[in-house]
Structure formats: structure tokens, C-alpha cells
Nanobody
Framework: QVQLVESGGGLVQAGGSLRLSCAASGRIFRSYAMGWFRQAPGKEREFVATGWSGGSTSYARSVKGRFTITRDSAKNTVYLQMNSLKPEDTAVYYC????????????????WGQGTQVTVSS
């Protein structure tokens, strides 16, 4: 059974930083692109970032320059470093694995984590 296990969410003041982690099985980590999505209350889930095993990355315009996605192949873990956080970044953040498809489209992702809450206070 494939598992994606997220950690690292919490409460932070505006301007602060958090790092989210997502641990995956080795088979998934080696073969899949790993992405982050988020969903705020009353809103649809939205793309945040995706990282490929070859090192390429893609970011939503709203987080580019503030968030960084990285992959640690030794730990089968993908990270989302979030800096200069804003209240509008408040959401449940989900890790997901994509084998093939449009990385902006959450429906194309094959596996999902349980989500971790990030709350940014003003």
C-alpha cells in the first residue's frame, strides 16, 4: 500500500517560515513527480509546487520566490520550504505523487497524503 506521510504544519506569524515534509515509499519516490497542493476553507484545492527526480521544479505564481520544493532521495522525502508566509497561505497542504499527466491538475495525481494544516496569523 502506497503511503505519503506529511509533517511539519503548524501556526506561524506572517513573515515567518515553515518546512513541510512528505515521506514516500522508495518505489514511488524514484518513479513519480512529487507535488504539493493546498486547500483553504471554502476554496478549491490549488496547485502549489511540483518537483521531478531530475531536478526540475514548477511553482504556482502566488508562491514563486517564497516557497522551495526539494527532494532527498536518500530519505525518500520531499520538502516544501515556505518563507515569507502570508495569511493567505493558510490552508491544508497535501503531498501528492504524479506518474504521468498535467502537474497542475490535481486529478492527474495518483497518490495523496492525509494533509497537514498550515495557519499564518496576521
Amino acid at each position: 500500500q502506497v503511503q505519503l506521510v506529511e509533517s511539519g504544519g503548524g501556526l506561524v506569524q506572517a513573515g515567518g517560515s515553515l518546512r513541510l515534509s512528505c515521506a514516500a515509499s522508495g518505489r514511488i519516490f524514484r518513479s513519480y513527480a512529487m507535488g504539493w497542493f493546498r486547500q483553504a476553507p471554502g476554496k478549491e484545492r490549488e496547485f502549489v509546487a511540483t518537483g521531478w527526480s531530475g531536478g526540475s521544479t514548477s511553482y504556482a505564481r502566488s508562491v514563486k520566490g517564497r516557497f522551495t520544493i526539494t527532494r532527498d532521495s536518500a530519505k525518500n522525502t520531499v520538502y516544501l520550504q515556505m518563507n515569507s508566509l502570508k495569511p493567505e497561505d493558510t490552508a491544508v497542504y497535501y503531498c501528492a505523487a504524479l506518474f504521468n499527466g498535467n502537474h497542475y491538475n490535481d486529478h492527474d495525481y495518483d497518490y495523496w497524503g492525509q494533509g497537514t494544516q498550515v495557519t499564518v496569523s496576521s
